[in-house]
């Protein structure tokens, strides 16, 4: 664990932070069961269309860091590739994202394999109003289902609700996003 908080420290360098940079806490509620996560973005621009980026995410059982290199081939277009570590048996974690979006429409695909397998997160969100987006969200192990965000005028936050459908038992799950 000593390992993986030295690597999101190393992630957050401040040579490294930009404007699509945030943090969120989010909690998963399903039937009686409470689990908190937190889960990070960091991106900065190295030269021209070449940028790096980070992800990682922490929970009370589970933690895992990786970064890597993103192209920006037109400005609505943006992907990456990246490896890191995360606790488990075999540490090594490959990840990957596609970003596409403009001012009132965004989907972010965040893609991971290796180590403890396969695992995927993606977000569409249609901004409404200034403040007001309304979605779908999917996750690996979650499922799929409606999100809303309100993002609060003349503050960094952004309050966010997903209900997802799974077979294994429907959960809501309930965020709030900084950026920095």
Known sequence: MKNLLLAILLILSP???SAQTWVEQRTDVKAEQVTPRLDGWVSGKLNGSIGTFAWFQISRD???AYGGVS???KPWLQFGLSA???QTKN???LGSFVWMGNKRMSLLFIGEGLGSGWWYKSEFNWTITKNLGVGLMTERFKGTGPRIQYSI??????VWTAYLFNEGGNRAIIGIRVKL
Do not use: C, D, H
């Open 84 to 86: 890191g570590i995360e």
């Open 15 to 17: 040579s490294f932070v």
């Open 71 to 73: 192209i920006t081939p």
């Open 153 to 158: 005028a003349s503050t960094p936050l952004t």
């Open 62 to 64: 589970y933690g895992q």
């Open 91 to 93: 540490p090594l974690r």
